[in-house]
């Protein structure tokens, strides 16, 4: 029988029992404490018994009933507290109960033993319920028809406190867009939604923004990249080790697939989606808690059911109920081959038997070939009976729109949740809706609760949960990026994730025009082993292109400096490298700098290619290719690319036979025509490799699954949102670029588009004093660089309130 | 620059005090509770300080700290014959020898403390930043939760020296743009314990002082006028006296403790062009070499941690797979007189017993043996041969992780001490006393005050300095 009926039963009970003769709280527990805590309570379970809940009390001991109800004189218990014996007396040791205690526990045992409903002396382990279960909805009060509101108006009605203020429309609309689709409401949209009058406008704007598949898939990918642990670049893709299901997965958000489907796809995989169950294979041995099937072990159970099977795949876990037996019955659903249960990385002589955590709904058909087992794994894990299932995902979703846990951490699905109706209710909700994760974003995001102001946080918010309104989250990584990218207009035309993006189709080819070269005839005599060789192009622009962009690479690699700014550099020449040039250019003369290195044993062929292209706002084009026109030199600069002293003699470059390198004529190729791209969507930084500055955002190495970023901004995270390149850079192009766009505008007006963008409101008198004051008449490049980082950079910004 | 150690003139019993403060202050904040430590450190720590000088890609033993019989380059010879490629040198100990080309480190060896029988596990295939990140967490990858950093560890638990100074800085190793990035970057981080533990990364040692700098192209009126305009819109935000919440102040704290870095005094350590002529050119123009001249200033200035790699690029450097002896000769100019000057400007400012300098490699090289003998591990050398052919040939190209050398100055360490022994022939594996990694790294926390047995809960389990809290500090290496 589960441990949490008696409870149940206990609470009925008590409210039956007549008016207790004596005060449990104030006299009855004092004295258990006491007299009988060491041995009896908590952990402790001498002779077999325990007091921590009146069913334990009940219960008795190893040798029988402790207590008669209703008879107190005949109960073992008062008669062991006063017995004379030595051998049989309780306690043992220390001091006697009083005559007086003795009286009042010999009263409360004759009044049949009446315990506050609930008490435990200390709580016995939660064990959550695997069964979907629908609550009844309380009645709706004041119109708030949702059931949410409906639940937690309920919540709320029980607990001291207001209920939480209403959202104002503009905070609503900011918060709506980042946390659905990731992005920040334009000035034209918060204008629009503002003047709309409709009393559905948000509901209109909730469906609207889920209706819009790309950018709803690009904002979500980044939660399931986290959760699946999904990357573009990381450890173990060097040596086949692991596989991306970036395309798999953003085709299956596009869809919006059944959530039951999507999962049934990822534990029993497609060629697309298998790289997720198979992990990270790292070179070499690994210990036994890191093969590959207990890899997909832990990984099935944090991601789907919020089950933490790390301890468990070492030895029986301390802290919760998990088995070693069962953590490698679920690896060996997995496992190809037999798979010997290791204890602490020491084989234990047992061979695992595919099996699965919740036999109460089926089992798995050990005798079955993996594919099968995979089959049926994948059935009970979406199983209709499956509650774990879908409370895992709907807690996952009600804490990233509303800050905090149903249960809290979210992967320790086996605690308490703080209500345990609303849990259920959203979880048997999706089950009876498709599976349709958007319906509950939706559900959620029209609840009054959701459209409440956030809470004010203290320091130990963490400690003792109570719900008072959503909470605050900080901008991701992904939504700092794509949020500054917005405003600048400066993001990137090309993106990392292999995945087929509408907006991005290849335009008609570009053929490829540069010349393979290098430093000397190699055609008689092959570029000496190490030789390095510095090329150099020098050319005049009367105004900045709008896009400047190059393709190199360089046998066997290269450092790449505009303007002695360091742009790329790579030792990889079989993946030739895209780069944005447009930061470092400069009206006026440019120079480009490339130190090309030779490697291998010998004496070996050597050779440099690149490919540019700036686009001026005319529509016209200049090309920069590698060629004879470019010079070269055996001085090598510093790290700035500064020559310092000048080397002189400067030859030119020679044309290399380009026969040697044909097998990446096809990368080159496709690198020039996705970055000769543009004009689409914007990219999203999801869709691109982690850099400082998104590292420094909070965006994970993606080695563990990560279901909860840190919310904190720390010091060295700081660091760089202070004097970093990226940001900097970044800004510095976005001020120019906004500019351009905005000619013509007062400083008064920019300080208000900006306002509206960054924050979704109007700056107050004296907000915008100070920073049209800052932004200089006309507003100038420094101004407006300098203010975008002051507005970026403030709380406001970094938070989703 | 005037260096003016922050600290260095207190007493030591202050410093302890200051140094249980922070651990307090550390077990307060986020990345995991501290559950477990020992209160008693034996031997008893001096440090508060450690500089690692890493030899990344594999250090070869023979051809550095523990020279054996000397094979000079003869067309022919045969390739079994090869244990070091150079001859031994006498240093200012007797009976230890080194190998010729590392002169001004032979006349420092009194003042250092050499392990000659570290070992590796043998983990089947040789992946370097496996090793490495092995030796840097003292856990093998894969692992369940992101292992901290060594450094991270100091961060974590001792906290900064100095306020203003990041507690782990993390010195000449580009994180992009070569063939294992993404796996140098799994271990060159705070981990479990979180970004606030984690390295500031300075891979080019003559651009460190730009890190604390404004950004490029702002002088530092605007830098101030722009932070000046931050706090007067903070004061002006309509939502200040709503939003008086943990998490916003929170943020602004950090944003002042990184604003506080780029004006204070301690940024001057930063920048090495401040060095006097002679001491620039004593530590010379190469990056390691600068890199241990930061080091220092760091260390002057109150850094917990300073790392202070050769830098790992698959195939360069110590990852010598063809060519070997030509390129460690080279390697032996980069590292000898800048190590010799670190340890000597360490002693003379006063603070080589308070800095534990760590010289260390993922594991040694061999002419022959790939991994331990009989090791699994397939054989990755690119030029093979039975015999001398080539100069190409001429070196040890092979991985060896049976026997390497660890090299320790100042920090509470013996002076002029040699610990352990590997065979004089091949294999040359420890014959004496082996040190394995956790042993090493307890060394190091013991030396720096923390027990091994510390741990921290992540999801619920310990999780400790040395695996599973059973590393011992190596006793005979204090003095």
Partial sequence: MPRFLPLFLLSCLAAALPAAAVDFSHEVVPILKKHCAECHMGDKKKGGFSMNTREDLLAGSENGKVLIEGRGAESLLIQLITSVDSDEQMPPKGTRLTAAEVQTLTAWVDAGVPWTAGFAFKKGAYEPPLKPRRPLLPAASAGRENPVDRILDAHLAKQPGPVPAPLSDNAFLRRVYLDLVGLLP?????????????????????????????????????????????????????????????????????????????????????????????????????SAGQLVPVQFAQSMGQTFLGINLKCASCHDSFIDRWKLEEAYGLAAVFSDEPLEIHRCDKPTGRQAKASWLFPELGQIDASQPPAERLKQLAALMTHPENGRFTRTIVNRLWHRLMGHGIVHPVDAMQSEPWNSDLLDFLATDLADHQYDLKRTLALICSSKAYQSVAEVLKEDADRNYTYAGPRSKRLTAEQFTDAIWQITGAAPRKFDAPIKREGSAPRPEQALAAKWIWSGDQKAKAAASGETVSFRTRFHLAALPQTASAVLTCDNGFKLWVNQKEIARSDQWETPVAVDLLD????????????????????????????GQLRFADGSLQTLNSGPAWLWNSAVPRSDGLFTPDPGHWKPAVEVNGAAWQGINDALQALLVENANGGGPMVRAALMKSDFLMRALGRPNREQIVSMRPNDLTTLEAMDLNNGQILTTRLET????????????????????????????????AELALATEALGSPPNAAGLQDLLWVLLVQPEFQMVR | MNPLPLDSTQPRRDFLKKLAAATTAAMMSRGGQLIASDAVIQPKATADAVIILWMAGGMAAPETFDPKRYQPYEKGAPMANVLSTFPAIDTNVDGIKICQGLEHLAQVMDRATLIRSCVQPDLGSILHSRHQYHWHTGYVPPQTVAAPHLGAWMAKVLGPRNPVMPAFINIGQHLEGHGESEELKAFTTGGFFGSEFGPMNLPVPDEAAQSVRPPKGMDAGRFENRSALFRKLLDQNPQRDIISDFQRESMLRSLENAHRLLSSKERAAFDISLEPKESQEAYGSGRFGQGCLLARRLVENGARFVEVTTEYIPF????????????????????????????????????????????????????????????????????????????????????????????????GMKR?????ATAEERPLVAIKDPVSIPDLHATIFTAMGISPKTAFDIEGRPFYATIDGTGRAVRDLFA
Avoid: C
Avoid at chain 1, 736 to 752: D, E, F, N, T, Y
Avoid at chain 2, 346 to 363: K, N
Avoid at chain 2, 416 to 420: A, E, M, Q, S, V
């Fill in chain 2, 416 to 420: 002029g001490h040699l610990y352990g």
């Fill in chain 1, 186 to 286: 334009s000035p034209e949209q918060l204008t629009a939604f503002l003047a709309d009058s409709a009393p559905g406008k948000r509901q209109q704007a909730i469906a609207l923004l889920l209706n819009t598949p790309q950018p709803y898939a690009e904002h979500w990918l980044t939660f399931w990249n986290d959760l699946l642990r999904n990357d573009y670049a990381g450890t173990g893709y060097i040596d086949g080790g692991r596989k991306q299901i970036s395309a798999w997965l953003y085709q299956a958000l596009l869809e919006n697939k059944p959530y039951d489907q999507f999962v049934r796809e990822l534990v029993a995989p497609t060629e697309g989606s298998e790289g997720f169950g198979k992990g990270i294979k790292w070179r070499g041995q690994v």
């Fill in chain 2, 316 to 411: 360069v450097h110590w990852d010598t797979h063809s060519d070997g002896h030509a390129t460690v000769e080279r390697l032996h100019q980069e590292i000898d007189r800048p190590i010799a000057r670190l340890i000597r400007d360490l002693e003379s400012r006063g603070l080589l017993d308070r800095t534990l300098v760590v010289v260390a490699s993922e594991f040694s090289r061999d002419a022959m043996i790939e991994g331990v003998p009989n090791s699994t591990a397939g054989d990755q050398a690119t030029v093979k041969g039975d015999t001398l052919e080539s100069p190409q040939h001429y070196g040890l190209h092979r991985h060896f992780t049976g026997g390497t050398n660890v090299l320790m100055f100042g920090g």
């Fill in chain 1, 734 to 765: 976005g001020a120019r670029a906004i500019l351009q766009k905005q000619a013509g505008a007062g400083s008064a007006a920019l300080v208000s588009w900006l306002y509206a963008f960054a924050y979704s409101r109007a700056p107050s008198p």
């Fill in chain 1, 584 to 611: 470092a250019l400069r009206t006026g003369e440019n120079e480009i700098v490339i130190v090309g290195t030779n490697g291998g044993q010998g004496p070996n062929l050597a050779g440099l290619w690149m490919q």
